[in-house]
């Protein structure tokens, strides 16, 4: 029974981690705008899919295709990570010009739908490049089977784990010591304070929309050789990750990375149980902890005086 538990748990760090790099681009893009990006899903399958085919183009195949174990070397994997960082952090900047920037500080809730929209738009554009199939995606470190106390593990499933756990790191850092992190945090915070002393607030709002973006690109890539790359594969991982952040508290970064994580061992578990019953008790627990802790298990109440 032991290894059973400790086979879910490496599963459930993964999937966990992929969680957590996408609640923290809702973080980012919230603090910043008061704003969430729900064009995630859409943004993640077509990092996925970029990643993929810039390595299929590279070994002259068509862009969409089937991958040998052997064309996915960890040099051409690497150049599908940067790609798809960089091909989704700048759809980011068309997502805030078209769906964001109009509604900044404007009443009512219209930015919701202009984010799906625009997630819509760019699922069908995807859909008419890449069609309704799916990829299969080799990992770059191959599907070997390791055990330890008798457990198995995948060599990707740890490399998922470690590069997001270094990316939030790195982000953690960043925003709480670097001048970068400090313009983002002062527009949080007060935008007409930090336009006052000096900050392009707009510059910082794309940013963080880049950013955002960009994770979601990051995760699309990661999360591939374990789900395959397709046009419909990341709402499901998208509502999730939401909801870790939901979990872990939306108003805090490091509150986004441990509902990820918390949200995929919980997954992982109860699949060992019963698995048709994972999405039942995963959204169960998101209720209870709005009932009780409506700001999540990390996050801080706000408080406005009047």
């Not at 990992?139 to 060599?155: K, N, T």
């Not at 392009?200 to 950013?211: H, Q, R, S, T």
């Not at 699949?271 to 209720?287: K, N, P, S, T, Y």
């Amino acid at each position: 029974m032991m290894t059973v538990i400790l086979q879910a748990l490496a599963s459930g760090l993964a999937l966990g981690a992929v969680y957590g790099l996408i609640a923290l681009g809702f973080n980012i893009t919230y603090a910043t705008t008061k704003t969430f990006n729900f064009g995630q899903s859409a943004l993640l399958a077509s990092g996925s899919l970029v990643g993929v085919s810039l390595v299929l183009l590279s070994v002259g195949k068509p862009h969409f295709g089937n991958l040998s174990p052997a064309e996915m070397t960890l040099a051409a994997y690497a150049g599908a990570v940067l790609a798809s960082i960089a091909v989704i952090g700048l759809i980011g900047i068309a997502l805030y010009c078209c769906a964001i920037k109009p509604f900044v500080g404007a009443a009512g809730l219209n930015w919701v739908l202009s984010t799906i929209g625009f997630g819509i738009i760019l699922q069908n554009a995807a859909l008419a490049v890449w069609g309704p199939g799916s990829i299969a995606v080799p990992s770059p470190l191959g599907d070997e089977v390791y055990r330890i106390a008798g457990a198995g593990f995948r060599p990707h499933e740890v490399f998922v784990t470690v590069v997001a756990v270094l990316v939030m790191a790195g982000l953690d850092h960043t925003l709480r010591t670097t001048r970068l992190g400090k313009a983002l945090r002062a527009v949080a915070f007060s935008t007409q304070a930090a336009a006052i002393v000096g900050i392009n607030v707009e510059k910082v709002v794309i940013l963080a929309f880049v950013i955002s973006s960009a994770l979601a690109g990051l995760a699309g890539v990661l999360i591939a050789p374990i789900t395959t790359a397709s046009v419909f594969v990341g709402i499901g991982i998208a509502l999730k990750a939401f909801s870790a952040g939901i979990l872990g508290g939306l108003t805090s970064p490091r509150g986004c990375m441990a509902g990820g994580f918390l949200l995929g061992l919980v997954e992982a578990m109860v699949g060992l149980w019963r698995a048709e019953l994972r999405e039942i008790v995963v959204f169960l627990l998101i209720i209870v902890v709005l009932v009780v802790r409506p700001q999540g298990l990390f996050g801080t109440k706000l408080v406005e005086k009047i």
